[in-house]
């Protein structure tokens, strides 16, 4: 897995991806979906809808999965770092307003990589060319700093250093393939950003 972001000449960006590359980007974020949910289905009238979702509650406690938890963190430093009521409740009521609308972005941005992915398709071995566009680009950011944070999280990564430590495990690990995914996650977001301000 070698293929890095180069900027266009409209602001967006292309990487050559191959089908392996293709495939473990469509499934990792085929996950973080699954694990995300399926958000709030709408019902009857459009503007009803709008109107609805914005005084829509959302949770007031923190996911109990570390991975959600680390998505959706809290706004005030989480319940166990804060001793004050106050600031617990304050946090609880940000997150009851702010949370829904977190998890449709994470979700949006997640299919629109799944959906770019589904245009490619690549012949005889050789890599297909992804192009985005600016906005298409901040989506991928997006849906890239997910996928890296649901799967350190998982790995337990605390810090830079970690991920290095974590490359030296042996391949009969059976975390090694997810280092791997790990760190090739962070090199196409670290040429995403780069191609972004070039």
Not at 53 to 60: A, H, I, L, R, Y
Not at 127 to 144: F, H, K, N, S
Request: with cysteine; proline share 9%; glycine share 10%.
């Amino acid at each position: 897995m070698t293929g890095h972001f180069e900027p266009l000449p409209d602001g967006g960006a292309a990487v050559p991806l191959d089908e392996v590359e293709i495939s473990i980007l469509r499934s990792l974020a085929v996950q973080l979906m699954e694990l995300i949910g399926p958000g709030e289905q709408p019902a009857g009238d459009e503007g009803e809808d709008l109107l609805a979702s914005v005084f829509n509650d959302g949770p007031s406690e923190p996911p109990a999965d570390p991975v959600l938890a680390r998505l959706f963190p809290d706004a005030y430093g989480g319940p166990d770092l804060v001793p004050d009521d106050d600031v617990r409740a304050a946090a609880a009521e940000f997150r009851r307003y702010t949370e829904n609308d977190l998890r449709a972005r994470k979700r949006t941005d997640a299919l629109a990589l799944i959906r770019a992915l589904d245009t490619l398709s690549p012949s005889g071995g050789d890599p297909a060319v992804l192009r985005l566009t600016a906005d298409e680009c901040r989506q991928w950011l997006g849906a890239l700093n997910d996928l890296r944070l649901a799967i350190g999280t998982r790995l337990e990564v605390t810090d830079e250093e970690d991920g290095g430590e974590l490359l030296r495990l042996p391949d009969s690990d059976p975390r090694k393939p997810m280092v791997m995914a790990y760190l090739w996650l962070g090199g196409l977001q670290e040429t995403l950003v780069e191609s972004l301000t070039a």
